[in-house]
Nanobody, 121 residues
Framework: QVQLVESGGGLVQPGGSLRLSCAAS????????MGWYRQAPGKQRELVAT???????TYVNSVVGRFTISRDSAKKTVYLQMTNLKPEDTAVYYC???????????????WGKGTLVTVSS
């Protein structure tokens, strides 16, 4: 009913940049939160950045000053601009959105399938 598709991952050298995108489609009335999570090999999934309906933004401390989350509400798309990438940023990056499908419904979390970011020299 609601699908999220991430794009923009790839291989980059340390210090490089990438821009991730996540577009939502399907039966959507409104989106209350958009965010990015990541899971590195052998590690648990962690929150990277979120942006709420009222534009409150949260980052994990390790990306502050390097990553920027933004959105285009009309396009139902969230972005993650990543700069000064480090090897420890290597992970599968997952998009999450909390979506309301009707005016009377509460929000429900939906996840994308992930896009791989590899930072290596």
């Amino acid at each position: 009913q609601v699908q999220l598709v991430e794009s923009g991952g790839g291989l980059v050298q340390p210090g490089g940049s990438l821009r991730l995108s996540c577009a939502a489609s399907g039966s959507i009335f409104d989106i209350y939160l958009m965010g990015w999570y990541r899971q590195a090999p052998g590690k648990q999934r962690e929150l990277v950045a979120t942006i709420t309906r009222t534009s409150s933004i949260t980052y994990v401390n390790s990306v502050v000053g390097r990553f920027t989350i933004s959105r285009d509400s009309a396009k139902k798309t969230v972005y993650l601009q990543m700069t000064n990438l480090k090897p420890e940023d290597t992970a599968v990056y997952y998009c999450k959105m909390n979506v309301g499908v009707s005016p009377s419904s509460s929000g429900k979390d939906y996840w994308g399938k992930g896009t791989l970011v590899t930072v290596s020299s």
